[in-house]
């Protein structure tokens, strides 16, 4: 089961200073079974999934998968070279695509700056997301507010449960997050008994309780009791289940303490892990950044309906930012503590089967699936099927699902993902939650191992819910019924008029205990009436919690009525895509380095996403380039295409080279024959090679296939080759 | 003076509930003359311009503008019908523009969320932005932290004067905005006062300082003594520069008290706009929600140094939020919480004269300026002035300045703005903050008057110049001086052995006031300790503040060295976008109905920002039509064209009059001769004529005017025209 497996976390932090991503040294173990997913808040948390997206954490399937392999070595460039992460930061620094907010004041952590080429890949991306969902899919595009009342999120949960206990070391000041603690040391005491065990080192039994410097004993081969080993294992594998009471007895009980002072810590408090602020001045208005933009839709769900002509299924789409305060950041863009979501919420009748109307046009498309049942059994391996088989052999619950799946497979397919390194992995049972009918993560697999990117959940009617009692708003759809409905009832009446002066204040009470009766209950107590004159009923805040009615006052009878309408509460299926992860991946998959050419590295963007699209490079610095290069210049903006001009004295091997770092998909060079009226020649990025064409029909090709209306390969077969005189590269 | 103009504040509150948009009725008064603008925190406040955005007051140009006209009567729509503010909001309403966020807890004043017609205009605006600013003029697109730590805006000013002054109702805990409630009070008595002479109205003299319900009285016909109304009115004319203790006085003095109550109210208290909050749980790093985009970018500025290879000018340009904790929002979408911005930061040489590389490119465009000696001597006349004649005449200070200014101009036309509704106002001198060499906000006219929209500042080099000065991080451009620079400079030189020994603990202190010294300074001890055998210096944190030191220990003499390099900090330039305010003055230019008939209203948005692009209409239900709207659907959808159908059962008129209202361009009608293969119809809009095609030809027509390559007239003039057989509308 997963509930009893045992997670390994990364042991991991971030360098401080101006460090943007955690390099590869930092990295400790990953095994290629696992996956790096979110974490159970608590085992009734309602946003265990896609709404816990920054969650990151390493799930291992079994406690037996042996030996943890490091995934860098596992992990290979598109090309299949050794990934070198090292060398893919030291590359996403010095060409300016991310840095750590705030540098010149010391850096926060959990917080980056996107430069110019990250800033606009995103940019591109997302105009692909509008495009791929909200226009094709003629989802309600919505942008709700950050700022979010503290009742808003009350109600869905958040306040309560959205939070991780800490524990804190009295002195140092240092905040630890008590699961990781307990499972750091625990682990590591486990690793030190197997070594001694395997070793046959002689080694002294040791009671835990008793230890005084638990983890620096721990560290070295240390025998523990037959007893005590079984006890950490329990221990291990029931810790998700914990409350923080539980977690603070395991802390004594074991003597737990910070592994890097061994100072014992505080007991576990919960932290919530919202960013509070207040609106306002008067202090009467708390409220929080939202940590999820699925709230803001649930709460406009009145307007969409309106909107969509109270027809459903419908869906809305939100492209925003949601917030996480997390305690101690590590593993760079991964688990940041402000983030960019795209989240998709459709609305269906839950009657319905959940059937999608477009779900025919893709049956057939086939998708590498690792499903619960694998899991459980400690495997990884991916099954390819079609969609519609999968959801026919109720892999999948059901098409709207299913129809999503296949949107957020072709999705990744068109920015360019290295379709080799996605898959679908289903969520175990405990670790959906509690309402939720199925759910998928669509994972990416980097030199971090497998990250969820995408969550694909199934919400059930549980927010919708929440907030229509507590506010008292209808958030259902009522709809006619296509035929009347006769319904018989049991009905229990009060006569006002007797009732009053015997029950006085207490007849609204008893009023709404008779309306909460079951059917059954009514017509049990029609025959209780029937035989005994009178009923007692139990009626909550009355004195003694129960009164007793006789017939003059109360009359059970069963009495039909006609429905011409239906109300119901919709379920929602929720895609939702931690934006950054994907850029993530997408660098990590894009990235290569030329054949024997280590130092030499590419980043194979698409052209639809590449942040510049052209690099001009004049063969060299010489004043009767400049008309020739005005031109360009100006077809270029004519035609809307980014173009940054490289006219610095080095080769143009050396400028195409590191303008491939950018992933500048095309190279266009103005040379002597230029000025002879030979055109110009264009260079593909990934090949190196080169065609030579006029001016305008090589701005009119290289638009067509930024805007995703062709290739390098059709331009190459159209346009005449051309060969470099002077070695390129 | 524009220092003592007399300023006017709305007197509108945001009705609770449901209701999106202030209505006409709230509306108080507006003077043609008046500009909405911002408020100028402080005298001495550095962000009084642009990054104030939010900031929404009237400046009433001169006290003797005699009579206040309401605007609404001024306004016109672009067919120059009377504008009505409530049918226009009553559409926003009805059509799902935007709303007030979590409206089933109530709504929170300030927040908005915007349904799918406005956030897609949002993000076609934004689109269009992004090309004509970002990819055009090659700026280095950025996205930074919202987050930002205390220290940051602390050291940028923002922790001790981005605040207003407020003053707290004790019995109701009412906040009440200082300076609005002073200005409001002394003005409603001078308006009594006035009554009071202008009828001839025998009225008790009245001190005011005696008066108990002084509000109250107020407001009938109160002549006042004349040494009275002067000091009133001297006191509106010089509140901008009071601080909270004048403002306090002031309070008491004239026993102002809350209007609604006749309370009287605590002293006033420096309130901060920013939301607060915390990063982490250690409480060490308090944190703030950015109140500009501006920030983020100057701490970035090493690395858009690094990225532009050294070379300036440079720009970056961010588009995203930021956020102000309004203590008492009102006017609706004009001033928010929480709003996107889209701010460039143009960094230039302070010594290269601000040309602008592409000026002469743009010599010749006519731009309508406000100046500021138009605005001094009480007039708004536009005068209509090439930039080249601007910048030559000194009128705008520099070419960067105004080659920003044709940009927003030309990016204003591109997205549809009325242009007779957009002026360049001239900041007065004491608007702008104490550095800046010039600043004009783009204002464009709406129902509320003229609002600030963008502002185009000079913020010199305050930003990168106090930042470097608190990190000690260099924010400063180095560059090679074209020919190395002989310097004669005095030097004074501490020699530390022989000071050592007398000096001790403040030699370090010493020789730091040593290097303080100016030029002249040194030259002058030179020759007293030639004279003298010794000097006195100024020596702060040492006993007695002076040192003297004889001429063993210290030598003055005068030293050449040669300079390679120089350095220098650059001067910024920012255009800065305030988007809601933007997106609000074009639905409102965007908004008309039709000729006789004010029910039907119209949202003639371009085609290339209109939210959905086409309306397909069956002429009836009938299953003959759905192969044919299957292959228009699909052939919409290829060409990446957003389209709705509606197939109710409404007349084809009251289909296509509906949608007009979400302001969709093109209609395409499928009717019963389509299916005799004679095409389909497509209908303009904004005329409502319409032309007959095959539907392929329709598409590629559509989709070219839609990418911004053509118009409805030119359609009209390639395809054939089409008479409606019923009358359409």
Chains 1, 2 share one sequence.
Not at 202 to 228: F, G, I, N, Q, R
Not at 301 to 321: C, H, R, T, V
Not at 432 to 447: F, I, K, R, T
Not at 660 to 665: K, T
Request: hydrophobic share 35%; aromatic share 8%.
């Amino acid at each position: 089961m997963f509930a009893s497996a045992q997670r390994l976390i990364f042991n991991r932090a971030l360098k401080s200073g101006p460090h943007p991503l955690p390099s590869s040294a930092d990295f400790v173990s990953l095994n290629e079974n696992t996956s790096i997913s979110l974490l159970r808040r608590s085992p009734a948390c309602p946003f265990t999934t896609t709404s816990a997206i920054q969650r990151f954490e390493v799930p291992v399937r079994t406690r037996n998968t042996g030996t943890v392999a490091n995934m860098a070595t596992d992990y290979k460039t598109i090309k299949g070279q050794e990934f070198d992460r090292a060398a893919f930061e030291s590359l996403l620094r010095r060409k300016c695509f991310l840095w750590q907010s705030f540098e010149p004041y010391g850096a926060v952590k959990g917080l980056f700056d996107y430069g110019p080429p990250l800033e606009t890949l995103e940019a591109e991306v997302m105009n692909i997301w509008r495009d791929h969902f909200i226009r094709h899919e003629k989802m309600m595009a919505l942008k709700c507010s950050m700022l979010t009342p503290y009742e808003v999120l009350k109600t869905s949960g958040h306040v309560d449960k959205f939070a991780d206990y800490m524990c804190k070391d009295p002195k140092t000041g240092e905040i630890l997050r008590s699961d990781h603690l307990i499972k750091d040391v625990l682990e590591t005491r486990l690793k030190g008994d197997k070594e001694a065990r395997g070793e046959k080192v002689e080694a002294t039994e040791e009671d835990p309780k008793k230890k005084k410097k638990a983890s620096k004993l721990a560290k070295t081969a240390v025998k523990l009791d037959d007893t005590v080993v079984k006890e950490y294992e329990h221990t291990l594998a029931t810790l998700d289940d914990c409350t923080g009471d539980d977690m603070g007895a395991i802390i004594k009980k074991y003597d737990i303490r910070n592994p890097s002072t061994n100072n014992e810590v505080e007991p576990p408090v919960s932290v919530n892990l919202m960013f509070q602020t207040q609106i306002g001045a008067t202090g009467k208005e708390p409220a929080f950044l939202r940590p999820e933009t699925a709230q803001g839709q649930f709460l406009s769900f009145p307007k969409l309906l309106e909107f969509s002509d109270n027809q459903l299924p419908m869906a809305s789409a939100s492209i925003g930012y949601s917030f996480r305060n997390e305690l101690s950041p590590r593993s760079g863009l991964l688990r940041v503590r402000e983030f960019l979501m795209a989240e998709v919420e459709h609305f269906v009748d839950p009657e319905s089967g959940k059937k999608h109307p477009k779900f025919a046009t893709v049956r057939d498309v086939k998708l590498p699936f690792l499903d619960r049942n694998t899991q459980m059994a400690g495997g990884s391996k991916v099954t390819i099927m079609s969609i519609g088989e999968a959801v026919d052999t109720k892999l999948v619950d059901n098409e709207t699902l299913g129809y999503f799946l296949v949107r957020i497979h072709s999705f990744m397919e068109k920015i360019g993902m290295d379709m080799t390194k996605l898959r679908f992995r289903q969520h175990m049972a405990n670790e959906m939650a509690h309402y939720a009918a199925d759910c998928w993560d669509c994972e990416l697999q980097s030199s971090y191992g497998w990250v969820e990117c995408v969550g694909c959940a199934d919400r059930s009617a549980y927010d919708l819910s929440v907030h229509e009692k507590r506010t008292g708003v209808s958030l259902k759809v009522r709809e006619p019924l296509k035929e009347p409905v006769r319904i018989e009832e049991w009905q229990a009446t009060l006569d006002k008029k007797k009732s009053g002066p015997k029950l006085k204040k207490d007849q609204a009470k008893v009023e709404a205990a008779l309306k909460e009766l079951t059917q059954e209950m009514k017509e049990k107590l029609s025959i209780s009436m029937e035989k005994e004159g009178s009923v007692k009923i139990a009626v909550a805040d009355v004195a003694g919690g129960e009164v007793t009615l006789d017939k003059e006052i109360v009359t059970f009878a069963k009495e039909t009525r006609t429905e011409t309408m239906r109300e119901y509460t919709p379920n929602v299926i929720e895609p939702s895509f931690g934006v950054g992860r994907v850029l993530y991946s997408l660098m990590e998959h894009a990235y290569w380095t030329r054949e024997g050419d280590a130092a030499r590295s590419v980043m194979s963007f698409k052209p639809t996403i590449a942040p510049i699209k052209v690099l001009v490079v004049p063969l060299q610095k010489d004043v009767r380039f400049a008309p020739v290069l005005a031109e360009l210049e100006q077809k270029l903006d004519e035609a809307q295409l980014s173009f940054k001009v490289d006219q610095s004295g080095v080769s143009i091997g050396k400028r195409y080279s590191r303008n491939d770092e950018l992933g500048i998909p095309f190279g266009i060079t103005v040379d002597y024959e230029t000025l002879e009226g030979k055109g110009v020649t264009l260079r593909d990025r990934d090949s190196t090679k080169q065609v030579r064409a006029s001016l305008d029909e090589v701005v009119a090709e290289v638009a067509k296939v930024c805007a995703g209306k062709g290739s390098w390969e059709g331009i190459a077969k159209k346009l005449p080759a051309f060969e470099s005189k002077e070695a390129e590269e």
